[in-house]
């Protein structure tokens, strides 16, 4: 099975800070990960796909890179919106897996 | 725009069955393939199982091989998960997903599993 290594677990920014979310693949994943974003008691929802195509509706402030294992997610510019947790999936290879996860909050 | 709707959940005892209902709407449902996604409470998301839009291709997580079964009715617009043996471990919101080709590009609004006697 492919692993998804997440990090940071948690994250804590300032409104208007730039931070970024980090994916490693255990094997190439060919640029097959997305990224979700969930927020309290709600359904995730897709901000990313194909590592980097922003999916319909999602700002553009948000964006995503990498290549290979090596993947990540940028918030440039920190909003109260932005506040939840955010996961990626690898979707190249079944079973499909997803990565622990990290709390993003606004300091 | 597109709607996943799960249904079916509810509190079971250890070592009984249930199945799960997700009913699609607004797309054409025989042209996706599907999944069933869990989250255990405060926990991260464990992908469950897929099923080709022709039930042709299905696989799990291997985990729950054998205990899980994914199908759906292309007639009735309909998802099902058929969950046998549970354990107290299987408790979680279970989510169906529309797939996209290598992501999920729509869930729905989950429905609760409880595991406990």
């Known amino acids: 099975d492919i692993q998804m290594t997440q990090s940071p677990a948690s994250l804590s920014a300032s409104l208007g800070e730039t931070i970024s979310i980090e994916c490693r693949a255990s094997?190439?994943?060919?640029?097959?990960v997305a990224w979700y974003q969930q927020k309290s008691g709600k359904s995730p929802q897709v901000l990313i796909y194909a590592a980097k195509r922003l999916q319909d509706g999602v700002p553009s402030r948000i964006s995503g890179s990498g290549s290979g294992t090596q993947y990540s997610l940028k918030i440039s510019g920190m909003q109260p919106e932005d506040e939840g947790d955010y996961f990626c999936l690898q979707g190249f290879k079944f079973p499909l897996t997803f990565g622990s996860g990290t709390k993003l909050e606004i300091k | 725009e597109v709607h996943l709707v799960e249904s079916g959940g509810g509190l079971v005892q250890p070592g009984r069955s249930l199945k799960l209902s997700c009913v699609a709407s607004?797309?054409?449902?025989?042209?996706?393939?599907m999944n069933w996604i869990r989250q255990a409470p405060g926990k991260g998301l464990e992908w469950v199982a897929y099923i080709s839009n022709g039930s042709s291709y299905i696989y799990y997580a291997e985990t729950l091989k054998g205990r899980f079964t994914i199908s759906r009715d292309n007639a009735k617009n309909t998802l099902y998960l058929q969950m046998t043996s549970l354990r107290s471990e299987d408790t979680a919101l279970y989510y169906c997903a529309r797939h996209f080709p290598y992501y999920f590009d729509y869930w729905g609004q989950g429905v609760m599993v409880t595991v406990s006697s």
């Open positions: 607004r797309f054409t449902f025989s042209n996706y393939g």
């Open positions: 094997e190439d994943i060919y640029s097959n």
